[in-house]
């Protein structure tokens, strides 16, 4: 069954580091997503990506934070400087196409640890 | 905007009952989502439910929606240790299509 994959799965960075978060997304999708969920709370939505543009963004995703499709496959997360607070499971999403998309399929996550 | 509650946050419970968790929202939502996520794990789905009245079941879970009273429901059944877990309910409307509103959660224990 076709799966949301994510690398890596762990990253420690220092304060101030950029990072890069990387998701291949499932091959037949067309909408593609970043959440994030602080230990022990709620899932956060970030930035909703379609057609090689940003669809919606929450209040979180400042300009701290950009998305990129670089090629057919992958679909990146960049943190430009990290915080503290930036210290996160970090979820990729992918849903196939339809008018109103389907199922969000979520990958394994990415654990950030900012020290 | 939309907000969704759920409660119990916290529930503990014995293996063969039965128990509700609840899922509120504050503006009309499309489609009512519920997800189930393991320690340390992804989120999995479980179910979309996209009108009012829908009710969907798989094994021991049970859910339905209630546009009306803007209320969700996930339903245990004769619980078992596996399905101890976080479950979440997440709302999303046609306006916003793009992304999903999360509940806090609500992390069940079942005990043996």
């Known amino acids: 069954e076709p799966e949301v994959t994510q690398t890596p799965s762990h990253q420690v960075t220092q304060m101030g580091q950029e990072v890069i978060l990387r998701c291949v997304p499932i091959s037949n999708h067309l909408y593609f997503y970043w959440y994030r969920q602080i230990l022990g709370q709620k899932v956060e939505f970030l930035v909703s990506?379609?057609?090689?543009?940003?669809?919606?963004k929450s209040e979180i995703f400042d300009d701290q934070f950009s998305v990129e499709r670089p090629d057919g496959s992958n679909f990146t997360l960049k943190i430009r400087s990290t915080k503290l607070e930036d210290s996160a499971m970090y979820f990729c999403?992918?849903?196939?196409?339809?008018?109103?998309?389907?199922?969000?399929?979520f990958g394994p996550g990415t654990r950030l640890l900012v020290l | 905007e939309l907000k969704v509650e759920q409660n119990p946050l916290f529930l503990s419970m014995q293996e063969g009952k039965n128990y509700t968790i609840y899922c509120n929202y504050s503006?009309?939502?499309?489609?009512l989502y519920w997800y189930r996520q393991d320690p340390g794990k992804s989120l999995e789905s479980l179910f979309v439910?996209?009108?009012?009245?829908a009710v969907k079941q798989e094994g021991r879970l049970m859910a339905s929606l209630d546009t009306k009273a803007r209320l969700s429901t996930l339903h245990i059944t004769a619980a078992v240790h596996d399905l101890s877990a976080t479950y979440f309910c997440?709302?999303?409307?046609?306006?916003?299509?793009?992304?999903?509103?999360f509940g806090q959660g609500t992390r069940l224990t079942i005990n043996p």
């Open positions: 439910l996209l009108s009012n009245g």
């Open positions: 503006t009309t939502s499309d489609r």
């Open positions: 997440a709302g999303a409307w046609i306006q916003g299509a793009q992304k999903l509103v």
């Open positions: 999403a992918s849903s196939a196409p339809g008018r109103f998309p389907e199922t969000q399929y």
């Open positions: 990506f379609y057609n090689n543009e940003i669809s919606e």
